[in-house]
Nanobody, 126 residues
């Protein structure tokens, strides 16, 4: 059974940092591109970042570029999102998701995502 389990969410202060891990199981993690997607209250899903299976190619939404870093440890079957210089507008439920084979890491089409975690809440407030 494919499982993606996010953690690390919580309260952050503006300008602060949080790190979100996503533990994967039930599939060959290194063979799949992965993404982080977030959904703020009252808004639709927003693609945040993507990374290829080997970890050598990454991309970011303009809203987080220069502040967030996506990475993965294939030996530990874990995806990460390092979030620095947090802003109140980063407040959202953050999901990790696997991409279907052959899909670009920059896809924003929800149909291109195969499996999703349950999400972890990030709230940025002073």
């Amino acid at each position: 059974e494919v499982q993606l389990v996010e953690a690390g969410g919580g309260m952050g202060q503006p300008g602060g940092s949080l790190r979100l891990p996503c533990a994967a199981s039930g599939f060959t993690f290194s063979s799949y591109h992965m993404s982080w997607v977030r959904q703020a209250p009252g808004k639709g899903p927003e693609w945040v970042s993507g990374i290829n299976g080997g970890g050598g190619r990454v991309d970011y939404a303009d809203s987080v570029k220069g502040r967030f870093t996506i990475s993965r440890d294939n030996a530990k079957n874990t995806l990460y999102l390092q979030m620095n210089s947090l802003k109140p507008e980063d407040t959202a439920l953050y999901y990790c998701a696997s991409l279907k084979p052959g899909v670009l890491i920059t896809t924003t089409d929800l149909e291109d995502f195969g499996s999703w975690g349950q999400g972890t809440q990030v709230t940025v407030s002073s």
